[in-house]
């Protein structure tokens, strides 16, 4: 996984700008006020354009990457903040400075917003989030850096504050030199775009693998939004003693195909007592597990990982012994390497309609493997239609005699498979049904191998290669039910290009499972907010001078300002090993744990600092108190409630609107970071900091419990089964609260 962890770092130099520009104003704030003489509101302007310019670009930032790229919109950030450092060096008055921080909020707000984004879509599901607590780590890198240049300049006779904010030019160019020539585009913008070929390119870059047609399958399941999506229970054993053509015996069995040459496994329907099955009624509906006001879903989630909670593997848990379970193809067929723009139909079925070339126009080739029905064989295979994906016999997006256990999984411990079943029609004729299916094993992983005793179904095998997995099944995002009316033979699928839309898909914000996605996304980042870690940031010199920290380092002959930046880098400093624990834990421990785990933490150290400023002690006391507190508050913050809601809100929409859905839960987070460093000034001169913390503590109070009420966890999980989750458990919500 090198170079997805590589690719990550590289962008994630933008949010490294971001901590470095947040600290500089910080530090300059300072100076600025007494070389132009400003008032409190003024001097909150000044700190809040950046705030005001990263609010107005998020407006149209996911809107626009939507449309053109990742890529693009993080280059233009890089020009943005190089732009800004220069307009900041010149700023002959506060007007232009307020220019210059406006483009540089611009640069801002495009890093924030798309970075998490970029990386949720380049990265593997089971190191996506320790890679997007990266923002994290660079970021605090940045602040600390900062903060040291700010300490030694405050040093000097006559502190240049021109100086400070135009160093961010520099680092700025190295951020242009990587989007431009080692960042590439994000493989699942073109899936969604139909550039299929470049996606393929991409993965292999990503993954250091030929072999990645496993996860672009998986990618073009991602482009759907809604549907009806079920959850289901199978009995799962090797298809082994089933020739190709085979279907099984018993009509209560189905067949299973995955993605690659030759796969299929035999699945029984069972109604068992599975950990999904079991958190849904007869009735369809979301049965509650017992907390007053927990959201279902948050359970449902649950339900997957406790299975599993000390690590997510790429790897599938499904099935450990693949040469076994699966019947395979034959050894004596030629596998060539699969190339996706000159396959066309052999034999039976429909006929590409388009041969060869390297244009994204001719890629024609299915997207899953498939044996032929019997279905096909009763009828005359019609002639090609358009851009029609159809099933193409012995050919799949993976090549190959199933050696590599890797491409089965999908991350999770989850399977990507699909299914096809016939049955007779009113008028005698035969009807086919294709669906998607997600598979995920049931049972701790001693159960993997003769677990199913208690089960029903007594005709099990007690020992063999049989496991019990929970599913979600769904229509497959490319099935296209005009041309199945055309053409009565076998699943027919459009090519991604022919779905693709030039504009956001407005009407896919109210699926339900896009809504209840948003108001968890909308929550967390306003909350987050409202907790007052950037006012806290932004003005910590001044609360550590109000705290009188200047006593703590007298002998050193240090001013007030220069002890505040020194600590302030010492603070930062202590950050990093923080963030390196919660890299560390992100898909272990999970996003959900760590958020409960480290708010009683703020909660905390926030009264203590009320209590500082409201009782009477020592000028020493007050002072380390103040420090510990800031100090401890900084770190439990960047472990968990720094990264946490970024992580989450890239990881629960789906592809085609994930740009969109993103701007809008940063959108609310810009509002809320104006409202909260706007009003600081104000509110010290008014409340104090005891009044300005107690505020705080209230909110990160009601944060813990929309926490535990709402928000699902998410470690190790592919994003598209996310996104999957999250409208089976709408739907079945919506459908309790009808009842």
Not at 408 to 431: M, N, P, R, V, Y
Not at 577 to 603: E, F, H, N, W
Request: proline letters at 5%.
């Amino acid at each position: 996984m090198r170079g997805a962890v590589m690719v990550a770092i590289a962008a994630t130099i933008g949010n490294l700008l971001q901590g470095w520009d947040n600290a500089t104003i910080a530090g300059a704030i300072v100076y600025i006020t007494e070389d132009f003489d400003l008032g409190s509101s003024l001097e909150g302007l000044v700190v809040a354009m950046s705030l005001i310019g990263a609010t107005a670009i998020t407006t149209c930032s996911g809107v626009i990457s939507d449309s053109i790229g990742r890529k693009p919109m993080l280059i233009a950030s890089s020009v943005l903040y190089f732009v800004s450092g220069l307009v900041m060096v010149w700023s002959p008055n506060v007007y232009v400075l307020c220019i210059a921080r406006l483009l540089d909020g611009f640069g801002i707000g495009l890093a924030v917003t798309l970075v998490p984004l970029y990386i949720s879509e380049t990265a593997p599901a089971d190191i996506r989030g320790s890679l997007n607590t990266l923002p994290q780590f660079l970021g605090s890198g940045g602040m600390f850096l900062s903060y040291c240049m700010v300490f030694g300049m405050s040093l000097m006779n006559s502190p240049n504050w021109r100086l400070m904010l135009g160093v961010l030019s520099i680092p700025s160019i190295i951020f242009f030199a990587l989007t431009v020539f080692y960042l590439p585009e994000s493989p699942r913008w073109l899936v969604s775009k139909g550039r299929m070929l470049e996606a393929k390119k991409v993965l292999q870059q990503l993954r250091g693998t030929e072999d990645v047609s496993g996860e672009m399958a998986l990618l073009v399941e991602g482009l759907g939004i809604g549907g009806e999506t079920s959850i289901e229970e199978y009995i799962i054993g090797p298809a082994d003693e089933l020739a190709d053509d085979q279907e099984p015996a018993d009509k209560d069995k189905i067949r299973l195909y995955g993605p690659e040459e030759g796969l299929s496994w035999v699945a029984r329907p069972v109604t068992g007592q599975g950990s999904l099955i079991s958190l849904v009624s007869r009735q369809g509906s979301m049965v509650n597990q017992g907390v007053p006001l927990m959201d279902p879903l948050v359970a449902l989630f649950g339900s997957v990982h406790e299975k599993f909670p000390e690590t997510a593997s790429t790897r599938s848990m499904l099935f450990p012994n693949f040469g076994s379970m699966f019947s395979t193809a034959d050894p004596r067929v030629k596998t060539e390497q699969w190339d996706e723009e000159s396959l066309q139909r052999e034999g039976e079925g429909y006929a590409s309609d388009a041969a060869g070339g390297d244009s994204d126009d001719n890629l024609h080739s299915p997207l899953i493997s498939r044996q032929a029905t019997s279905l096909e064989k009763d009828l005359v295979p019609p002639a090609s239609h358009g851009s029609v994906l159809s099933m193409r016999r012995h050919s799949s997006l993976m090549q190959g005699t199933g050696e590599t256990v890797g491409s089965t999984g999908i991350g999770g411990g989850w399977q990507l498979a699909w299914k096809w079943s016939e049955k007779e029609g009113g008028d005698g004729k035969k009807e086919g049904e294709f669906k998607r299916v997600y598979l995920h094993q049931e049972g701790g992983p001693g159960s993997r191998r003769g677990s199913l005793l208690s089960l029903p179904g007594g005709d099990v095998p007690a020992e063999g290669e049989f496991i019990q997995a929970a599913a979600l099944v769904s229509q497959p995002a490319l099935y296209s039910k005009e041309l199945i009316d055309q053409h009565a033979v076998g699943p027919a699928m459009v090519h991604p290009s022919e779905t693709a839309s030039e504009g956001p898909i407005w009407a896919a914000l109210f699926e339900p499972g896009v809504k209840h996605a948003l108001f968890v996304g909308i929550g967390i980042q306003l909350l987050q907010q409202f907790s007052g870690i950037n006012g806290v940031l932004y003005y910590t010199p001044q609360i550590l001078e109000d705290a009188g920290v200047e006593v703590l380092l007298e002998d050193w002959g240090l001013s007030t300002e220069s002890s505040s930046f020194l600590i302030s880098a010492f603070t930062t400093l202590l950050m990093l090993p923080c963030i390196a624990i919660a890299i560390k834990l992100m898909d272990i421990s999970g996003r959900r744990t760590l958020l409960l785990t480290t708010i009683p933490v703020l909660v905390v150290t926030l009264i203590i600092l009320i209590i500082a400023n409201l009782v009477t002690l020592g000028t020493v006391l007050h002072a380390a108190l103040s420090v510990i507190c800031v100090i401890v508050y900084f770190c439990c913050f960047v472990m968990a409630y720094g990264p946490i809601p970024n992580i989450l809100c890239s990881e629960i929409f789906p592809t085609r609107v994930r740009g969109l859905c993103i701007a809008i839960c940063a959108l609310v987070y810009w509002i809320g970071d104006i409202i909260v460093t706007y009003t600081l000034p104000d509110l010290l001169d008014s409340i104090g900091l005891a009044g300005i913390f107690g505020i705080y503590a209230v909110v990160c109070v009601i944060s813990f419990i929309f926490i535990f009420l709402k928000v699902p966890e998410t470690k190790g999980m592919p994003l598209e089964v996310i996104t999957e989750f999250f409208a089976v458990g709408a739907r079945q919500v919506a459908a309790a609260k009808s009842e």
